[in-house]
């Protein structure tokens, strides 16, 4: 599989009590390189963006017939990856990006508060918005150890805010990750199975920390932060959210603006929307320092 074996596996330490104060959070962020919230989220919105996305789901056939569709229960005699070049996963994901509301939940004021206690300043939202499918029996195919900064580039300071859509056990295929990963520097990158395609190499002795995630509950990343998702072993599709933040002084790619895979437009994205609707190019509103992704 593509994920690496977990020998010490740790459970998460909450973080909410240092909301209020910044000087320590900021500490723990040093040190572990993540910080944990506990019902950081309402779980209305989250649902109704589950919701939505399980009806794209059922309606591109992933959806076991006659079962209830929030429970997510997957076909039970197909697999759509999204690292194979399975244009089925291309049609659907399109539907997707399309949600105004899944856009939405990464503007929630509670993670703009919480990481502008971190920042010590204004934070940048990218819009560039991740979405993942996880089908059971893809155990090959799961996201394998990485840094989102290979991804991202840009600011090092951009951490990258993971939560389910719903709960999430890690049976269902929670994500997990090696504190104090971060400070290791840049680490050699190798092609892998799994969304991303690429992996980093971890030590076998390296002491992991995850757990199960119920809905609302989000896990910030910093950039170079190894972590790795978990194997569905369940009958049920996972489904999740990747959000980036930074702050909004530091420098930032120009394809974290752009719609993630750059299927479609922004125009495409945005074409059922309202014309007034703040969530549209947002980030236009700022002088942003933009940088080009090197070739």
């Known amino acids: 599989m593509a994920m690496s074996p977990m020998g010490s596996i740790e459970s998460f330490l909450d973080s909410t009590p240092l909301l ?3 000087t320590a ?5 040093n040190e572990l390189g993540y910080l944990f919230f506990p019902g950081l989220l309402a779980t209305e919105p989250i649902l109704s963006v589950r919701r939505q996305i399980l009806e794209i789901c059922q309606n591109h056939g992933w959806i076991q017939p006659d079962t209830n569709i929030d429970a997510g229960i997957a076909v039970d005699d197909d697999v759509i990856i999204e690292s194979t070049g399975d244009p089925r996963w291309q049609a659907f994901y399109n539907d ?13 004021q509670p993670i703009l508060d919480t990481l502008a206690v971190l920042f010590g300043e204004p934070v940048l939202a990218h819009p560039r918005n991740i979405l993942r499918v996880i089908f059971p029996r893809s155990a090959t195919y ?63 002795d390296s002491t992991w920390v995850g757990g199960d995630f119920a809905c609302g509950d989000v896990l910030f990343l910093h950039s170079l932060a190894i972590h790795q998702g978990r194997p569905n072993e369940t009958d049920r ?23 993630h895979m750059n299927w479609l437009t922004w125009d495409e994205v945005y074409a059922g929307w309202r014309p007034d609707d703040p969530l549209r190019s947002y980030w236009e509103a700022w002088d942003l320092a933009v940088v080009d992704r090197q070739s």
């Not at 959070?25 to 962020?29: C, E, M, N, V, Y």
């Open 20 to 22: 209020t104060e910044p």
């Open 25 to 29: 959070l900021r500490s723990r962020a």
């Open 96 to 108: 997707a990006q399309r949600l105004r509301d899944f856009h939405a939940l990464a503007l929630s």
């Open 142 to 204: 799961t996201t394998p150890p990485h840094q989102d900064h290979f991804y991202i580039g840009g600011s090092r300071d951009t951490w990258t805010g993971w939560f389910p859509l719903g709960d999430c056990s890690i049976e269902l295929g929670s994500l997990a990750m090696v504190p104090g990963s971060h400070l290791t520097g840049f680490h050699d990158v190798h092609e892998a199975k799994g969304a991303g395609g690429r992996a980093v190499d971890v030590d076998a």
């Open 237 to 259: 599709l996972r489904l999740s959210c990747d959000f980036r933040y930074q702050p909004r002084s530091h420098e930032v790619r120009s394809d974290s603006l752009t719609p």
